[in-house]
């Protein structure tokens, strides 16, 4: 049963801090686990790849890298119900992401200084998709639509074979789909070694996307500075704020729609109606006893699920707010009224008919958002995630002979004379 907590200043904000802990340091065992294999990689490349999945996977694929016959004889030989709906999520996706597309600009001045910056894509980026139990055809779509809209030239995608040794076709249809560029059968945190460094096979990107176990995560924050990624994401979570008009059965099937990704996924509920609370709760019972996942929602709601009764919608927002959930839900009376005061939150689902599934696969924004609190700081992937930037400057003569003085007592100030000498110089 999913505890009931009524906000007294103190219950709530314990209950909060307990779940903020599950964003701890990671295990220095992990830790050392993954940096093994990270050197490893580095010294034996693809062999060392491939003794690493036979040691974890207890076999190799049929395939290291994926012929591009087979992903296109997935697509052909997909159920056309699910690529049409894969076509049409990807439909809203790429129209979403393109509003997001930046445009460089020049800034011509009058004296002749011409400032400026470019905006271009990455050239290579590596796309990690699980593929045994929680194989995500949509992180395809989310990952590499925003990809091909910033210009990427190349994407590489890998993933872990499924227990036969096959790849998992959902996965290829959907990489098809979006024109993933090359795909190899690897898995865990040899896979992001292999992206991160490069091997005879598979080449070096200059940035990591995509979710992953604990293993993928620490990997791809010990290589963070060798290449770029996404974030570090951190179990899936899930707050509602709801009033008196919400309906407890909405709130107990989006609740049980995040509890079930992890069992320490977080699902909270703040409300300002008690008789809402309790009805919730008693949904949460009812209807997971239909859901094929019921032990792991469950194990979740009992360890990181609450509801919370408060006495206003100002409170709940606040709470909100210093959560700063990935997912948030707003299920009141004119929910648009609150938009501008809520402040920290990966995406916010406005409404009783915008569940958060609405958001994972289909409406078009970003399904890969910040967990743990980081949405206080970070946002969702976009297209701006795989694009760099250049700044450039040109001077004439004279527009330097202006700013000199300036730019001398800056640097000798900081004790900087060679940059003062590279001023000065030009005018002796």
């Known amino acids: 049963m999913i505890r009931k907590i009524i906000a007294d200043g103190k219950a709530e904000k314990e209950f909060l801090a307990e779940v903020e802990k599950r964003n701890g340091e990671t295990d220095k065992k992990v830790t050392e686990i993954v940096s093994d294999i990270i050197n490893t990689v580095k010294e034996g490349g693809d062999q060392a790849v491939k003794d690493y999945t036979l040691k974890f996977d207890g076999k190799l694929p049929k395939y290291y890298e994926v012929p591009r016959d087979v992903i296109n004889d997935a697509l052909t030989n997909a159920d056309p119900r699910f690529t049409d709906a894969l076509l049409n999520a990807m439909e809203n996706i790429t129209a979403f992401h393109q509003r997001q597309k930046e445009q460089g600009f020049i800034d011509p001045h009058a004296d002749g200084v011409i400032l400026g910056q470019r905006v271009r894509g990455l050239e290579r980026v590596g796309l990690y998709v699980p593929g045994g139990t929680a194989a995500y055809p949509s992180s395809v779509l989310m990952n590499a639509v925003p990809a091909k809209i910033a210009g990427v030239k190349e994407i590489i995608m890998v993933t872990p074979p499924m227990k036969n040794g096959e790849p998992n076709p959902d996965i290829l249809t959907a990489a098809a789909i979006c024109g993933v560029d090359r795909v190899f059968m690897a898995g865990g945190a040899q896979a992001i070694a292999a992206l991160a460094c490069g091997t005879e096979e598979i080449p070096r990107v200059d940035k990591i996307v995509g979710p992953g176990n604990i293993f993928v995560a620490t990997a791809k924050k010990l290589l963070f500075g060798k290449v770029d990624i996404d974030m570090i ?72 699920g609450a509801i919370i009764v408060t006495d206003s919608i100002d409170y709940a927002i606040e709470l909100a707010n210093g959560l700063a959930p990935e997912h948030l839900e707003i299920q009141v009376e004119n929910p648009m009224q609150y938009l501008g005061r809520l402040d920290n939150a990966g995406s916010i689902f406005m409404g009783q008919y915008a569940p958060e599934p609405l958001g994972d696969y289909y409406a078009g924004p970003n399904h890969v958002l910040p967990t743990g609190g980081t949405a206080r700081f970070f946002s969702p992937l976009s297209v701006n995630s795989f694009t760099k930037r250049s700044s450039y400057i040109y001077y004439t003569e004279n527009a330097l002979c202006q700013a000199k003085d300036d730019i001398v007592c800056i640097a000798e100030r900081e004790g900087l004379t060679a940059h003062a000498n590279a001023i000065k110089v030009r005018f002796e």
Do not use: C, W
């Open 233 to 304: 994401a951190g179990p899936s979570e899930i707050l509602i704020v709801a009033d008196s008009t919400a309906n407890p059965k909405f709130l107990a099937a989006d609740l049980m729609s995040q509890a079930e990704h992890d069992r320490i996924a977080s699902a909270i509920l703040i409300t300002t109606d008690e008789k809402i609370a309790d009805e919730t709760a008693a949904e949460i019972e009812r209807q997971s006893q239909a859901l094929s996942r019921r032990d792991i929602i469950n194990e979740s709601i009992d360890n990181y």
